[in-house]
């Protein structure tokens, strides 16, 4: 396949960026889109250029560091798969991709296609644990009994890889979904509750502090989310957070 790649090049985080186009005369239909940006790299190393940077870690769909926005689409245009899971087989030959990095101002771009998602880091250290008895004496998990329909729920909302696609989806930049996930994975639990109130409360103000956007209810994030997270987890916030904030 001959594919025409315009992408976004930024030197680092204070240089203003711009589209760079690149013709590339051998892809191959089953190379993943990551693959496809490896061979530009080897072309352009080759020739003494800099290779376009991108976050890539397991290439597996699991580590959610693949944040790129192809044609426009966070993570591109097949349904709930990321970046790294994309192959070429889903363009076609002669096609002209443009590739961005995800746009968010709490996103800050670091380099070319690379943005710091590290306000992500900061919501899940605001609440994402539970306190556990380390003390040598430790309670069987399976000693607790779960409802399975709040197992399933819990565990659904688990399989947040937090990409960052839900923000780079949302108009308003909202981090709304990523947030309410990570409340609700143990929201759903008894092992969820001994931290609940300060959790909803703590995640929710360092997601405010980042600066991310407010959640219109436009549903963009839930299209575009890789792992098919649902707005009910967004609900679910809403209503541990009024409970909390009752509590305080
Ligand atoms: S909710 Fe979906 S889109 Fe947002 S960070 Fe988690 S996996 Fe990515
Ligand atoms: S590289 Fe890990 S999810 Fe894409």
Known sequence: ?????????????????????????????????????????????????????????????????????????????????????????????????????????????????????????????????ISVNTSGNPVDANAIPIEKEHADLSFNAATCIGCGACVAACKNASAMLFTSAKVSQYALLPQGQVEATTRVLNMVKQMDLEGFGNCTNTGACEVECPKGISLENIARLNREYLSASLKK
């Not at 769909?61 to 044609?71: A, E, L, P, Q, R």
């Not at 966070?74 to 990095?101: K, N, W, Y």
């Not at 101002?105 to 306000?119: E, G, M, N, T």
Request: proline content about 4%.
């Open 1 to 129: 396949m001959k594919i025409k790649l315009n992408v976004w090049r930024q030197k680092d985080a204070t240089s203003k960026g711009a589209m760079v186009s690149y013709d590339l005369d051998h892809v191959e239909a089953d190379m993943s889109f990551l693959e496809m940006i490896d061979v530009l790299n080897e072309e352009l190393i080759s020739k003494g250029e800099e290779p376009v940077e991108f976050d890539h870690d397991c290439r597996e769909g699991i580590c959610g560091t693949c944040s790129m926005t192809i044609n426009g689409r966070p993570h591109g245009p097949q349904h709930r798969t990321t970046a790294c899971q994309l192959h070429m087989r889903s363009f076609s030959d002669g096609d002209t991709i443009t590739v961005e990095p995800f746009r968010a101002a709490a996103f800050p771009v670091i380099k070319d296609l690379i943005v710091d998602r590290s306000a992500f880091d900061r919501i899940q250290q605001a609440g994402g644990y």
